[in-house]
């Protein structure tokens, strides 16, 4: 019980701590505004080397690059778009940790809910199927068989023999 309460604990605790973020100081931009800008930007980037964590948790060099690129385009004047058109511009759309739904892109978005769909489709046809033929799966039973349980079934209702 003590165990299961400490490793309760322990999880409760790594759940509630905050997210390391891999910025380093040197990288903080003085515009608070244009920060958090960037901060924005960089969770919506995928890191090339980690490609599962963002640019903005990601310690990869290649990471640290485009955070500070992120940084020196938003210090140009930049918006958000046009940040992240440049970025898809140099990297493609694999640099977006959220793809936009585009020509190149639309299987990705729509195979999913189309199987989803196809899957509860089979389903529901499977269980109205099995519906349809309710009783009647059951074989029958021929008429030499019929006889055989009938005997069966009257020998055991007999008393035995002492």
């Known amino acids: ?4 309460l400490s490793s309760l604990m322990l999880v409760l605790v790594l759940l509630a701590a905050p997210m390391a973020h891999a910025v380093q100081p040197d990288e903080v931009m003085s515009d608070t505004a244009k920060e958090q800008r960037a901060r924005a930007l960089s969770r919506e ?19 640290r690059d485009l955070r500070l690129l992120v940084r020196e385009r ?16 140099r990297y493609g759309q694999f640099v977006l940790l959220k793809p ?16 989803l769909l196809g899957g509860g489709l089979a389903l529901w046809w499977q ?27 009257a020998a055991e209702k007999q008393p035995p023999a002492a």
Do not use: H, Y
Not at 1 to 4: A, F, G, L, P, S
Not at 47 to 52: A, E, P, R, S, T
Not at 138 to 143: E, F, H
């Open 100 to 115: 936009r739904f585009e020509r190149q892109t639309w299987l990705l978005w729509l195979l999913p809910p189309v199987l």
């Open 127 to 153: 269980v109205r199927r099995r519906g349809q033929r309710g009783t009647d799966a059951t074989p029958k039973l021929t008429a030499e068989e019929e006889a055989r349980l009938a005997a069966l079934m």
């Open 1 to 4: 019980m003590r165990r299961r």
């Open 45 to 63: 980037l995928r890191c090339m080397v980690c490609q599962n964590q963002s640019i903005d948790d990601s310690d990869a060099p290649l990471a």
């Open 74 to 89: 938003l210090a140009a004047g930049d918006s958000d778009n046009q940040v992240l058109d440049f970025l898809v511009a």
